[in-house]
């Protein structure tokens, strides 16, 4: 996959959360911060 790619997924648009492409072309997408973990927990 190449930004272009990406840019063209409808499935990909308006993410609430950061994603990256790695040196094969895969999408990374950025982790959690730890409050975030603690928050769905606790709605869990």
């Given at each position: ?16 959360y950061k994603i990256e492409l ?14 975030h973990g603690i928050l769905q927990?606790?709605?869990?």
């Amino acid at each position: 996959m190449n930004w272009q790619q990406v840019c063209n997924d409808p499935s990909l648009r308006d993410l609430p959360y950061k994603i990256e492409l790695n040196e094969w072309g895969q999408i990374v997408m950025s982790p959690a911060s730890s409050r975030h973990g603690i928050l769905q927990g606790l709605l869990i």
